[in-house]
């Protein structure tokens, strides 16, 4: 008998209702602004996606999430995981759909260089651990709250892409990237000071435009380098 994962529709609505709690109960300004971006990118993400977000029918240990949305499986099981999404990927690219739906993933180091994503990619809510879009194509993606340890789209051709409230913990390379939209909202981006990595950024050298109405928005974000 397969087992449902629990990360659904009405998960996502559960955590809302606990954000929706903690603002009421918050009188930080910071906090309360972070949680009101929040819930209104995760009303927007359940709307929009709310029924069709994806899984892999392999589970771990009779976990309650699927092996993509489950935070352990990611430590543990690294390999398997990867080798369960990019399984999974292929197969979601052969279906008859638009979109490609990988809200909530946690995904282990992993590399998707030189893919060309012909579908839309809808990362939402995705942590990842590092990640190498190197010379990746994308038409449609969007990142909105996604968390990357480290990211590297060196050379990735967008077409419209966002990051809204996206979590950067450390690296996140652009550099010489072609770019038809790329919309930088509200990011999160931190500066941790630790031996074992380097400072953190955000970096946009040597940009390409693909045609003169080309453009990238930067709106709302603070950042420590960009």
Not at 32 to 54: A, F, P
Not at 73 to 81: G, I, Q, R, S, W
Not at 146 to 155: I, N
Not at 171 to 189: I, N, S
Request: charged residues 35%; glycine residues 4%; negative net charge.
């Amino acid at each position: 008998m397969m087992v449902k994962c629990k990360y659904d529709k009405q998960y996502l609505q559960e955590k809302l209702e606990e954000m929706k709690k903690k603002l009421g109960e918050t009188h930080e300004k910071e906090e309360r602004e972070e949680l009101l971006l929040l819930i209104s990118l995760i009303i927007g993400i359940i709307e929009k996606y709310g029924d069709r977000i994806g899984h892999s029918d392999y589970h771990i240990n009779d976990s309650e999430f699927c092996i993509f949305h489950d935070p352990e499986a990611c430590k543990t099981n690294p390999d398997l995981v990867r080798e369960k999404f990019l399984k999974w990927l292929e197969e979601k690219e052969k279906e008859d759909s638009e979109d490609i739906v990988a809200i909530g993933f946690h995904l282990p180091e992993i590399d998707l260089s030189s893919r060309e994503f012909k579908k839309n990619m809808i990362f939402c809510l995705t942590t990842f651990d590092k990640a190498d879009f190197i010379e990746a194509k994308f038409g449609v993606a969007d990142f909105s709250r996604t968390t990357f340890d480290k990211a590297d789209f060196s050379g990735t051709k967008f077409g419209e892409t966002i990051f809204e409230n996206t979590v950067f913990m450390s690296r996140a390379v652009f550099d010489h990237a072609t770019v038809g939209f790329l919309y930088f909202k509200d990011l999160v981006q931190l500066n941790i000071f630790n031996p074992l990595k380097s400072h953190s950024y955000i970096s946009l050298r040597n940009i390409h435009f693909k045609d003169e109405k080309s453009k990238i928005v930067i709106d709302g974000c603070y950042v420590d380098y960009f």
